[in-house]
């Protein structure tokens, strides 16, 4: 098995031309997410990061003790306003 590494410039859209909908997510939706190459993030085709690895424990220790899981409020990484429950 051949694993793939991108250049962390290599354009979103090349990666967008099979991830469609992730693409139109990052396109859509001007978060800092979008404002980055998909490379940066993942490196090697398939690869997905743990959002510590950029962001660190960015809440209290008692909000990342009750929700461990990072996407159980920030549901998509690809379309970043925090979805909250009504």
């Known amino acids: 098995m051949k694993i793939k ?3 962390e410039n290599t354009p979103s859209n090349i ?4 991830h469609k909908s992730e693409y139109k997510k990052l396109q859509t939706n001007h978060t800092k997410h979008s404002e980055l190459h ?13 959002c510590q690895s950029c962001h660190g424990l960015p809440h209290s220790a008692g909000l990342h003790k ?9 549901k998509d990484p690809h379309n970043l306003p925090m979805n909250r429950k009504k």
């Not at 990666?15 to 099979?18: D, I, L, N, P, T």
């Not at 009750?66 to 920030?74: M, R």
């Open 38 to 50: 998909c490379a940066t993030c993942h490196v090697v085709h398939g690869f997905i990061p743990k």
């Open 15 to 18: 990666c967008g031309s099979c």
């Open 66 to 74: 009750k929700f461990p899981n990072c996407l159980a409020c920030h």
């Open 5 to 7: 590494k991108y250049p």
